[in-house]
């Protein structure tokens, strides 16, 4: 698919029909059953637009994106963007969510998303990539992701405003009982063979991500993990492998375990709600979206050749070479702050001498760990998380709250690697234990 121009155009061409067609039946809807006659006239309109970018497609002149904007694109693409961007966006959706899940409007910004994606794959950079074997079904998991998160979230708002005119919940009126046979078997058959036709021709329409034979010699640049390891792998560049291979999984594994035990929130239970469960709500949609999905995205289309990070319409040139001045928390103590060597245990010293040295070396960082993991929890239960300490008790809270720490230590380190270059806060490669 990523061949050559020409065939960049004929996709082009059959992605921009089927957009057009797309917007032809909801024209034909909103004016044979909503009656509404104006919105319908705006829809043929895009129809229309659509359609003209299929013909230029065609005749082998696929409208883009103007060079300037791509370079500009490129130029203030970076972690720190991209973080910060997608938290922004994050949390604008969670304010606008009523204005949000209007359909119109959910129908405005997917024919938004999937022109942008057109346009941008004018660019033989960007369509290197999107178009990938590898990438393709992440591209659709994203577009997937996006539409059951808005369908999740119009449910529970249209919840919401029947709870606060003491209605029961959408689910509540819709909970006949339907029998296994025919029902859900005879819908489970036809899922099965159109799953079925449309991997078929998924299979023909994309060649299989065969590589070469694996080598010791020669590895692949970028050398990734599998798309869904690749928030992991991300974690790697701000953590030590102990701490993002073994200690954070196996906490989100705890911390998920660990949930009937620490919900004490009895609404939401089997109906979709926001304003009944706001803090559980936005925990999750956070860790989920912004800590695993955001950065499943960054590995697969924004890592490039050497780990480094490439602009979305930037050449992937394995030349090329950003130097990384990382410090630790003690080298910006003992070097920078006090203008003297890190301290170092004498040669032939014993066990003891030299636990007190790292110590000694590392003292800070140890404090900073200890204030926040054992000084902030008893904080938070007499200020803002007051309440929930009260209704949960001292063992319970404690476990939410230093779990709530350890998801919130990864977007910390990360702001300190890119504002400071900040590498450990504790480093004691001596035995292998960096934080």
Request: glycine share 6%; with cysteine; charged share 15%.
């Amino acid at each position: 698919m990523h061949g050559s121009s020409t065939d960049i155009s004929g996709f082009l061409g059959g992605y921009y029909l089927f957009l057009a067609a797309m917007n032809a039946v909801m024209a034909f809807h909103v004016w044979h059953n909503r009656h509404r006659v104006g919105e319908a006239i705006f829809w043929i309109v895009v129809f229309f637009g659509l359609m003209a970018a299929a013909a230029s497609s065609l005749g082998h002149s696929p409208p883009g994106l103007p060079e300037g904007l791509r370079n500009a694109v490129n130029y203030a693409t970076g972690p720190v963007i991209y973080s910060v961007g997608t938290t922004a966006l994050l949390v604008l959706a969670f304010v606008l969510r009523k204005f949000l899940v209007q359909p119109r409007v959910a129908w405005i910004l997917l024919n938004v998303s999937l022109v942008l994606m057109g346009l941008s794959m004018v660019d033989p950079n960007f369509a290197a990539i999107v178009t990938k074997p590898d990438n393709v079904p992440i591209v659709g998991l994203v577009f997937l992701l996006g539409f059951f998160t808005w369908l999740a979230t119009a449910q529970a708002v249209k919840n919401d405003e029947r709870l606060k005119q003491g209605l029961e919940p959408l689910e509540k009126l819709d909970n006949e009982k339907v029998l296994v046979w025919p029902d859900l078997v005879y819908t489970e058959l036809i899922c099965m063979v159109a799953l079925t036709a449309f991997l078929l021709i998924w299979a023909i329409s994309l060649q299989a991500p065969l590589e070469e034979p694996a080598s010791r010699v020669k590895t692949p640049n970028p050398s990734k993990a599998p798309w869904y390891f690749l928030g992991l792998q991300e974690m790697l560049v701000y953590y030590d492998p102990w701490m993002a291979g073994v200690v954070l999984p196996s906490l989100v594994l705890v911390g998920l375990a660990a949930i009937p035990f620490l919900d004490f929130n009895k609404k939401g239970n089997g109906y979709y709600t926001i304003d009944e469960r706001k803090f559980s709500y936005l925990i999750f949609q956070f860790g989920f979206l912004e800590m695993w999905v955001t950065l499943i995205i960054l590995g697969t289309f924004f890592r490039g050749p050497n780990w480094n990070i490439f602009g979305p319409f930037e050449f992937w040139d394995p030349h090329k070479v950003l130097a990384l001045n990382n410090v630790d928390l003690s080298q910006y103590f003992w070097i920078y702050g006090m203008g003297e060597a890190l301290p170092k245990a004498p040669p032939g010293s014993s066990l003891v001498w030299e636990i007190l040295y790292i110590l000694k070396r590392e003292w800070l960082g140890i404090a900073l760990l200890i204030g926040y993991f054992v000084a902030l929890p008893p904080l938070m239960a007499v200020t803002v998380f007051r309440s929930f300490f009260v209704k949960m008790g001292f063992v319970r809270f404690m476990l939410m709250a230093n779990l709530l720490l350890f998801m919130a230590a990864l977007p910390l380190k990360m702001v300190l690697r890119w504002v400071w270059n900040l590498k450990y806060i504790v480093s004691i490669p001596e035995y292998f234990l960096n934080f």
